[in-house]
Each structure stands twice: as C-alpha cells, then as structure tokens.
C-alpha cells in the first residue's frame, strides 16, 4: 500500500453554543416538519410503485417520516439486469474517475451533506448527535477515502515480483463479473452505505437491500452519491422483502456475491441457498458477511477500576446495545466486584433516556417494537430465573417510544440465556468469578459462546494481558486491552469477527476491498519463441 494515506474526518463535538450544534438543531427541526415520499431507483430512475410503508421515529412512533414505495419482483429484476448492463461503462471509466466521484462523496458529506445525513441518522435509528456524527458522518468518510487509497494500492501492489528476460508479467485488477448483492443493518448508516460503495469502487456494481428500519437515512445517502456523480446503474436502490430480493438474485446467473450484514441465521441460510443455486451460475459468488456477536469483557483482578466501570457503561449501553460490538457479557472476579459494584450502579442511575433533540440524553430508543419486545422478553425471563438478578435498570415502556432503560443481570450461572445468546439491546449479564480463576475464566468465556466478533480484556500486569490475549486468541476478531469492545475506527482498527459473527473481511482496511476484485494475470513475450524444438532434444 502508498504510504500517502487519507487522515481520519475530524469528529466534531456538538458542545453548547457551538456552530455545529446549532446547525444540526436546525435541520432536525426541518426534517421532522416534512414527510417525503422514498422511491425504489433503478438505472438511475425514481420508482414510485404505490405499495408503501411508513418509517416512523423509534423514540416517537407516532410521527411519520416517510412513505416508503416498495419494491415488487419487476422492480427487483430490473435492479439486477440495471446493475449488470452498468457494468463494462463503470469499469472502463477508470479506477480514478471511480475514486474521483466516491471521494467528492466524501467531500460533500464533510461538507453541506453532513447536517442533512447526521439528522436523518438520529431521526430514522434514534442515534445521539455524537453517535451519528461517529458514524454517518466520519466512518462513512473515512470509509470512501481509505477504500480509494486501498485500492489505488492494489495495483502496485499485486503486481508479479519477477519478469524474466525477454518477458513482461503484470496483473490486470479485474472486478468480479456481475454484480453484488448489498444486504444491509439499520444500525450503522455507515457499513449500510459502505457495503454497496466498496465493490463499486473496484469496478463491480451493486443491487442495495437496505434495512426496513433505516429507509429514511439510506435513500438520502443514495442521493448523495448520485449528487456525486454516480453513474445511473452502478447501484441500484431496492427497499423491500429480503426474501424476494434474494429469490431475483439467486436466480440471475450474473449473481457475483453478496456483502451482508445482519443475523447470523439469516446469513446461513443465505450461503446455504447460494451453494444450491451454483450449477446456474457464471462463477463462485463470493460470500462476505459480518453477523452477530456475544461480545465480553474479562477482568482480573489487578485491573483499573474505574476504567472498567466506563467500559461496561459505554461498551454495553451506548446506542442502546445495538450493536453488534457491544458488550453483553462479563467476567469479574469478587474483589474487584466488591469494589466496584456500588459505584457502577450509581452511575447507571445518572443516565439519561429520552428523545433525539435533547442532547442530554445518553441513550434514546431502541429501533422498533419487534426489538422491543425481543429485549423485554429476556430482561422477564431473567427476572423470574432463580440463578439472575436484576441489579440496575430492567424496566421498560412502549407508549411513546421503544424505550428499554440500562439493564444489568447478575448470574450465577454462566451458561444463562442472558450470558450466552445475542439480546442486541441494552442489557449487560455479569458473572462473578473466584479471584484465583482467571484461567479457568478465559476458557469459560471462550467455549461459551459460538460468536468470536469483539472482546475485551482489563488487567494491569502485562504478564496476565498476555495469558488473556493467547487463551482467547480465536475468541474475538477485534480484541481491546483495557478499553470497551467497540469502536472500531476505519484503517485504524479493520472490523470483523470469525466462527458465527462472520467472514472476518475486515471492513474498513484493505482486505475487505480484496474480496471485490478477480485479478488476471497477463504474460507478453518480448521475445517470441520461433522453434518448437527444446536443447534436450539435441
């Protein structure tokens, strides 16, 4: 890779009194007085197909956002045929004419756009203004910079090391052949707008299934790229089912791969039914997916205290624990949870719960009542367990908003439902340890869960950081030493997971981009054999 790389988007702060404050306030007041109407757009052209739903604000759900125009089979396959009839424009253009019109993407997002994106981010999936500035903002940047320089990189850097006298070897970085299916997650505006700009970059084009939850966010983004410059087919914009968008695109034997994130059942089942359609297709379609997690934190008993308590407060509680990073499980051995106990419970009563606009608030709502009521059903179950007990938080109401306040079991049981499956919401399960088992509690917390996205350990003495870092070596693609398992920042910290959270492409570093391109090697003689005979032969 060039040496020469992007810097990361400065995030701003949002404090009192300042411009951007006031900025965003303003266009959170203007985006909630209009309802828009969100079309399908296919080759570049607005769909409107009257079969519509309504995105409404998780923290007030009675207030209508948008109608959304959904997209039937028609629409679907004539996303697939756009996508693949866009293709051989899109790669003759050029890798920096492709760069070119993703990094002026950039430029208008950290720039006039970025208001615009960061209130539809906090509106649409109930961020802060802090939570959307991090995410819709600067990852996304950072995203279509660092994704620019990456693959600029791949053409030095994969060519051959050696060429003989007499020979010319190179590598052509060739797309794959056909075009991506882009299913994305409501949670981050970010990897939703990400996971169908990355292929593009590198010559592939994209059908975008983005999330029924975060329609509003994702077509304005869509709309930025085409502000940009974004040719008409290069992505093609498809809200609706994600079981019909995947029947259209399974079927079209230009199918080149997928870039998902979401459940890990539904990606299975994905990739089982990709495997079933292979005799139809023109190659192997290449499988990407970041899944689900059950993200821990581990600590021993020498450890700083206090910052243990930030981490589980920010690594469990932020954005309401929708994310697939966020900590839903720790190990604490029973000194340092006698220390710290009290304090951890009178800080979770500090917080906040409430709408958008305050910017007070820590944490807003979750994303719909389908979540809600996914969550609630865990916090009773653990409720009425006689191996739990609810020691902060556990209550919860639905009249406004889906609003779950920041919940904390403690189990005597490590195997607990709480401790092992993924909730995706603001519940935290802790298990109290012995203080001389600390190594019997990295293989417990490596063998009790099938994930292996995000984890973190807090130890002082490196000597114990390292027995952690080896005995949970495949536990965790992103592992943090003394700090909260999430945030991951692009070209920073690459994120993914392996065993059941994923592939581990790494989104957010070179690897991920790899996965996109089919490179063909092309060997010219200079020298032009003339004689078919070989010396032995003398």
């Given at each position: 890779m060039t040496s020469n790389h992007p810097a990361n988007e400065p995030v701003l702060s949002y404090a009192p009194g300042s411009e951007e404050r006031e900025k965003l306030q303003?266009?959170?007041?203007?985006?909630?007085?209009?309802?828009?109407?969100?079309?399908?757009?296919?080759?570049?052209?607005?769909?409107?197909?009257?079969n519509t739903v309504q995105q409404v604000l998780p923290h007030n759900h009675g207030h209508i956002l948008a109608n959304v125009h959904l997209a039937g089979k028609d629409e679907m396959e004539a996303a697939c045929i756009s996508a693949v009839n866009a293709q051989k424009n899109w790669i003759e253009i050029g890798l920096e004419e492709r760069c070119a019109i993703f990094e002026k993407c950039a430029d208008m997002l950290s720039g006039e756009w970025r208001m615009k994106i960061n209130a539809s981010t906090m509106l649409n999936q109930s961020k802060t203004c802090?939570?959307?500035?991090?995410?819709?903002?600067?990852?996304?940047?950072?995203?279509?910079?660092?994704?620019?320089?990456?693959?600029?990189?791949?053409?030095?850097y994969l060519q051959p090391l050696v060429s003989p006298?007499?020979?010319?070897?190179?590598?052509?970085?060739?797309?794959?052949?056909?075009f991506i299916l882009a299913i994305t997650p409501f949670n981050f505006s970010s990897i939703a707008a990400n996971l169908p700009s990355a292929p593009a970059i590198v010559g592939c084009t994209a059908v975008w299934k983005p999330s029924r939850n975060s329609y509003y966010s994702n077509y304005l983004l869509m709309r930025l790229m085409m502000d940009a410059g974004l040719p008409k087919g290069v992505i093609n914009f498809v809200p609706g089912s994600g079981e019909l968008i995947t029947d259209v695109a399974l079927s079209n034997p230009d199918f080149a791969g997928v870039h998902f994130t979401g459940s890990t059942s539904v990606f299975q089942g994905l990739w089982q039914r990709?495997?079933?359609k292979l005799p139809i297709m023109k190659g192997y379609p290449r499988i990407v997916g970041e899944t689900g997690g059950k993200d821990f934190i581990v600590a021993h008993p020498n450890c700083d205290e206090r910052g243990l308590i930030v981490a589980l407060i920010r690594g469990a509680f932020e954005f309401q624990g929708q994310k697939c990073s966020a900590a839903s499980r720790a190990y604490i051995p029973n000194s340092v949870w006698n220390s710290?106990?009290?304090?951890?419970?009178?800080?979770?009563?500090?917080?906040?719960?409430g709408d958008v606009v305050d910017f007070s608030n820590f944490m807003t709502a979750v994303i719909d009542k389908r979540a809600f009521e996914k969550i609630t059903g865990y916090i009773e179950r653990a409720r009425d367990d006689p191996n739990c007990q609810i020691i902060s938080g556990g209550n919860y109401n639905n009249e406004t908003g889906w609003f779950i306040e920041p919940t904390i079991i403690l189990t005597s049981n490590p195997k607990s439902e709480t401790m092992v499956e993924?909730?995706?919401?603001?519940?935290?399960?802790?298990?109290?340890?012995?203080?001389?088992?600390?190594?019997?509690?990295?293989?417990?917390c490596d063998k009790s869960s099938p994930y292996a996205l995000t984890?973190?350990?807090?130890?002082?003495?490196?000597?114990?950081?390292?027995t952690a870092f080896n005995a949970l070596r495949f536990s965790a693609g992103n592992f943090y030493i003394n700090d909260k398992p999430t945030g991951a920042a692009v070209a920073q910290q690459p994120f993914g997971g392996a065993r059941a959270s994923?592939?581990?492409?790494?989104?957010?570093?070179?690897?991920?981009?790899?996965?996109?391109?089919s490179p063909r090697s092309v060997k010219r003689a200079n020298d032009i054999p003339q004689s078919w005979t070989y010396s032995f032969m003398d």
């Open positions: 303003m266009e959170l007041r203007n985006q909630m007085e209009t309802i828009i109407e969100i079309p399908c757009i296919i080759n570049g052209e607005e769909i409107y197909t009257g802090f939570q959307a500035e991090i995410d819709s903002a600067c990852e996304l940047i950072d995203f279509w910079r660092f994704n620019c320089h990456y693959a600029r990189g791949f053409h030095d006298k007499g020979v010319e070897n190179s590598t052509e970085i060739r797309p794959l052949e056909g990709i495997g079933e710290i106990s009290d304090e951890l419970c009178a800080e979770l009563s500090k917080i906040k719960i993924e909730i995706f919401g603001p519940v935290l399960t802790i298990y109290i340890y012995d203080d001389d088992k600390f190594v019997d509690i990295l293989e417990l984890g973190s350990i807090f130890a002082t003495n490196e000597h114990d950081i390292n994923g592939t581990n492409d790494k989104a957010g570093g070179p690897l991920n981009l790899l996965r996109w391109i």
